[in-house]
């Protein structure tokens, strides 16, 4: 019995301290001290096999032994838990002095911040938005819009052409004819949207944004056109922003006009933006020709109208100083970044 008790001290004192987490530790606690099978626990019960006479100092050396063994898990025990909190601690701990790692922000495009800012100013005014389709008849996008087949009119504009009669609309201004098939006067709509021509340059794309202006009541007059004109003009570019209106030619319009505005860059003295002009062209417009109010069922005699068209990259152009269309498509996010808020 006695070497037994020594061999467990030994076997004890041997392990103790090569465990390194309180698990580990419990198990190892369980070879001895264990209720039922533990090798203290079992010398307890082999106690009523030893002679009475030798059984109290049995029985004492065997409790001395697990009150030892008692003792020493319960300190080892305390020494891993401080061991494994130190080690959370260490693994958990912040380096708040360390710098932060940046995050990237996304941004509208500045084609999508120009149509916006355009969106507003119209809505301000009380235009109603009107989403047409990039797929156009021939009727909607020429013939109503009083441009016959063999008007010259149409080689102004380039036409991807899908199937005979339907094409990729060139221009929203087929918006104005669904709005007045649809709807009667007073009207008073904006229609955004992407437009399709064969033509690329450093000014040109073969797609492109629009923003198209139709108002039809009774007594509209240039001067209408002539008034909004100037307050959107001073709101997108600045106050002190003049416009001008030049003769042109819209077989959908008569009279038809150029808008230019005063160069903002210069104040209309002279410049680069302007080619020494002092004048930059940004829309056209005019008073709607009868005959498309009439392919419409609106009297002419009645009522009266002005559109206006003008191409939104355009516009992000001369307001940002880009210099060439592809870099509004080429998403390069470098360029991108520029436009972040
Ligand atoms: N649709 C014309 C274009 O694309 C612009 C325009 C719209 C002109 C409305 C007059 C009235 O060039």
Known sequence: MKEQLSEIRREIEEKIHTF?????LYEFRKIFLDNKEGKISLLMKGL???PKEERPAVGKSINEVKEWALSLFEETDREIHKLELERKIASEAVDVTEPAVKTRRGGLHPNTLV???LIDIFASMGFEIFEGSEIETDYYNFTALNTPEDHPARDMQDTFYLSP???LRTQTSAGQIHVMEKSRPPIKILSPGKVFRSDDDA???PMFSQMEGLVVDRGISVCD???MLDLFSQKIFGQGV?????????PFTEPSVEVDVSCFECGGKGCKLCKGTGWIEVLGAGMVNRHVLENCGIDPEEYTGFAFGMGVERI???KYGINNIKTLFESDTRFAEQFAD
């Not at 390194?20 to 580990?24: L, P, V």
């Not at 003049?242 to 819209?250: G, H, I, V």
């Open 225 to 227: 056109l002539q008034g």
């Open 203 to 205: 000014t040109h794309s």
């Open 165 to 167: 009669g339907f094409l």
């Open 48 to 50: 009523k096999d030893v």
């Open 242 to 250: 003049k416009t001008r209106l030049r003769p042109s030619y819209f």
């Open 115 to 117: 149509q916006n800012e």
């Open 20 to 24: 390194d987490s309180s698990r580990s």
């Open 316 to 318: 992000a152009m001369l």
